[in-house]
Structure formats: C-alpha cells, structure tokens
C-alpha cells in the first residue's frame, strides 16, 4: 500500500493527510500521539476540510480533561490544606497563650504556697519554743513539790521518789502498761480513798467532780495527814528517772529477686510495720551494700534497732566475679558497721548452689558459701550467717531460683531468725541442748517456728488448757537441768 502526502502541512497548523493509493483509503493524524486514523472516524468529511482543520483523537481528548481535572483538584486541596494549617496554627497559638497565662498562675499559687508554709514553719518553731519553756517550767515545779513532800512525808517504800497523783495521764499509762491486770483496780481505790479524805476531813465538805473535795481552810491539814498515811499503807510502784521510751524495731531484707520469693513467707513470722523488702531482679553485692548503707544511716537517724539481712551473691557469680575479693569486700563492710552501730544485727544468707548450671557453677557458689559463713562467724554474734539455702536440692530449685517450697522452707527460717536475739541475750548466746515450751493452746501453734528456729536442737512442747502461771512454776523448778523453758501462760 502506497500512501501519498497531501498538502504537507507544518505540524501544528494542520492535519497531516494521507492517502492509500491502492485503495484510496484517506487517513489523519493526531496531532498529539501521532497515531492515525481512518477519516471516516474523524469529524472531517473530506480530505480539504481535513487539511484545512487540526485533529485531536478522541483518547487524547479524554486525557487532556482528566489532567485539567486532576490540576483543578490539586488547587483546591493547596487552598483547602493551606487554610487547614491556618486554622491550626491559630488554635495552637491560642492554646500557648492559655497555657502561659496557666502557668503564670500556676507559680502564682506556688509562691502563695511557699509564703504560706514559711509563716507556718516560723510559728511551729514559736510554739515549740514556747513548749519547751513550759516543760523546763513545769519540770522544776514537780521538782520543788517532790522536794517539799520528801521534807514533810516520812518514805516507807525502797528509796525512789514517790510518783505524782494518779491523775496523771503518764503515770496511768505506764501503770497499765506494766501491771495491766492490777492498774483497774489501784485507780478505782485511789478515788475511793479521795471520797473518804472528803468524809472524814469535815462531814458536811462539798465533793466536786470526780469525787473530790473542796478545799478549805478547816480541812488543808486534815487532809494532807490523811494523804501522807494512805501514801504509807498503799506505794504505788516506782519509775525511774533515767527511764526511756522503747527503742522502735526493724527488720529490712535486701537482695536479688530470690529475696522477693521470700516476702509472703517471711510476714507470717514479722509483722508487716515491722518488715520492709527492698529487691532489685540481678542486683549484685556493691549494689546491695551501698543500698544497706542508706537502710543503716536511716535506722539511726530515728533511733531504729535494724536486723538487716542479705541475700545476695548469685549475679556476681554469674558475671564471672572474683570470690575472694567480693567475700573480703563483704567481711569488711559488714566488720565496720558491727563495729560502728553494734545496737544493730545482721543476717547473711547462703546462695543457692544449682546443678543445673554445672559442676564448676555449683562449686562457685559453695566456695562463696563458705567464704561468707567464715567471715560472719569471725564477726561475732551480730553478723550471722544462714545456711537454709545451701542445704537445697535440686527438687527445690527452678534454675537458680527458689521454688515455692524452697522460699517457704527459706523465708520462715529468716523469719524465725528474727527473734533469735533475745535468746542470745538472756543467754549469752549459749545455744540450749532441750527447748521446752510451756503453755496454752496458743503455745502448740508456734511449733512450727521454734523447729525452724532451733533445728539441730530437740524441741518439746508440753501443753496444757486453761492452766494457771502457778502450774509452770512449779514445773520450771522441777526441770532438768540446762533445759531451757519458755513460759506461755494461758
């Protein structure tokens, strides 16, 4: 097939036309894709009008709107994206302005506040001067009257000083707190005997409240007289001058995650105001003992008897650490504080010594064991080593961790620990051979802590319901001798 250009037009201008010699076919070209096309499928009719005009093919056409259709949506979204970060950026300045003002406010308050708590400060330290100075006064008040009734009231008791009314709130306390089953009964005669002074110093006296008399001056002597043989037939129980308020009691558990094991297990022994457990998963001994070192200075800043037990060892055997200069570290450490606060006591106890880890593991942890066990027993009886951990099987151990059974086993032997020293010092730290222990049915219900306590000694416990303490007296001095008798009256 031959085609033959007609008219040549400049592109642009005009169509290209073409035409088939063979058979006379006319063809247009678009003149964006270059593509032809049959002019019958054109809008020309003929091949002058077709040269004379410019031809677009339909797809071009339909691609040309879309692009101007996707322009004008890409100028509206700029308009509408550019009046978005408007909007924005005004509520965001208007929020910062809020803010600011907030914040103004905010140190407004705070100054107030400070203000406020310096003024308050200024007057607590006012008023506990101004305590101080009534107690100074009052105490030299009590002094001259304890003087002024020592001049002119024959003593009869063992030669301390007579205590004041038993009005007093301190006194009756501290009478309670003593003899609990005998303060009911001394309280009540002493208004019995006001009541009498009252009758017998002048029949016809006006009682006041509580059943006090009046005072006059017909009766004054009466009465003072009256007093002072009440005071010789009836003493009240002497306190000493020099007497202090109890030294408060804690015991703090530091250590790795083992340590958290034991915390259930050690509260059925301790009682909760007086246990605290401070544990960190992989806390290692410089660790451990920087956190004691804080525990210690607190107890002594609020005069704090602090049993403090350790349990550590296992991460710096783990990281490969040098037994001998950790355990040396440990000893010294443990050497200054026995030595600088001796009111407190420490508890050292044994890692456990897992297989599962290997031999060399395994013979790691007993040479940190009995590295540590040297060192506490070298220290003396403050610093104590606890070897319940080491003794462990493989049954009670979940890798290097303590199974269920083995914290029970393990925190109720600490916790028993804890009342180990009062034993000590009743004692002289001298371990008995037999432990008896006397009592009600509530004796029996400790069995299980005196076991866990005294297990390489034999334990007998001989109970009884609804005995008298006579009943225990009579058998403490009938015992054995060296059995040694805890009494539990019912």
């Not at 322009?71 to 005004?90: C, F, M, T, V, Y």
């Not at 308050?120 to 001259?144: F, R, V």
């Not at 063992?158 to 303060?183: A, C, L, M, N, V």
Request: aromatic share 4%; charged share 25%.
């Amino acid at each position: 097939m031959t085609r033959t250009r007609r008219g040549a037009p400049t592109k642009g201008t005009s169509a290209r036309v073409e035409e088939d010699s063979s058979d006379g076919t006319v063809m247009v070209e678009c003149e964006t894709c270059q593509e032809w096309a049959n002019i019958d499928d054109t809008p020309f009719s003929s091949t002058q009008e077709a040269q004379a005009g410019r031809y677009t093919c339909n797809l071009c056409t339909r691609l040309a709107a879309m692009q101007a259709s996707i322009a004008l949506q890409e100028i509206k979204l700029r308009a509408e994206h550019s009046q978005q970060i408007s909007q924005i950026k005004a509520e965001w300045e208007a929020a910062q302005a809020e803010a600011k003002i907030d914040r103004q406010n905010l140190h407004t308050l705070l100054s107030t506040e400070r203000n406020l708590r310096e003024k308050l400060e200024e007057e607590i330290g006012t008023l506990q001067t101004q305590i101080k100075k009534l107690e100074q006064t009052n105490s030299t008040q009590d002094a001259q009257e304890n003087g002024d009734q020592a001049t002119s009231t024959p003593r009869h008791d063992s030669g301390t000083p007579e205590p004041k009314h038993p009005s007093d709130k301190q006194f009756r306390s501290q009478w309670k707190e003593d003899i609990p089953s005998q303060g009911t009964s001394r309280i009540s005669e002493d208004i019995e005997h006001t009541v009498e002074l009252a009758e017998e110093g002048n029949p016809g006296t006006q009682v006041g409240k509580k059943g006090r008399p009046l005072k006059s001056e017909n009766t004054s002597q009466k009465q003072q007289q009256l007093s002072a043989d009440h005071k010789q037939k009836h003493p009240y129980p002497q306190t000493q001058s020099n007497d202090h308020p109890p030294q408060s009691k804690r015991t703090v558990v530091l250590g790795d995650s083992n340590a958290h094991r034991l915390k259930k297990h050690l509260r059925k022994a301790i009682h909760d105001q007086r246990l605290r457990i401070t544990t960190k998963s992989g806390a290692n001994l410089e660790e451990t003992l920087h956190r004691a070192e804080g525990e210690i200075q607190k107890a002594n800043a609020t005069n704090t008897e602090l049993q403090l037990i350790i349990h550590v060892g296992t991460t710096d055997l783990l990281n490969k650490a040098d037994i001998k200069k950790t355990t040396d570290h440990l000893k010294q450490q443990l050497t200054y504080w026995s030595q600088k606060t001796p009111k407190h006591h420490y508890i050292v106890s044994a890692i456990p010594e897992p297989k599962a880890r290997g031999q060399q593991f395994a013979t790691a942890c007993q040479t940190w064991n009995t590295a540590v066990q040297t060192a506490c027993t070298a220290l003396g009886p403050s610093v104590r080593f606890m070897s319940a951990a080491a003794q462990l099987t493989a049954d009670h151990l979940d890798d290097i961790h303590y199974s269920e059974q083995a914290a029970d086993q393990v925190g109720s032997q600490l916790g028993a620990w804890s009342f180990r020293d009062i034993t000590d010092e009743v004692f002289g730290g001298a371990q008995p051979s037999v432990l008896g222990a006397f009592g009600d049915f509530n004796s029996d219900k400790l069995t299980d802590l005196f076991l866990a306590s005294n297990d390489s000694h034999r334990l007998e416990i001989w109970v009884a319901t609804g005995v008298k303490p006579s009943f225990y007296k009579s058998d403490v001095q009938c015992a054995v001798p060296g059995v040694i008798t805890g009494i539990m009256p019912g």
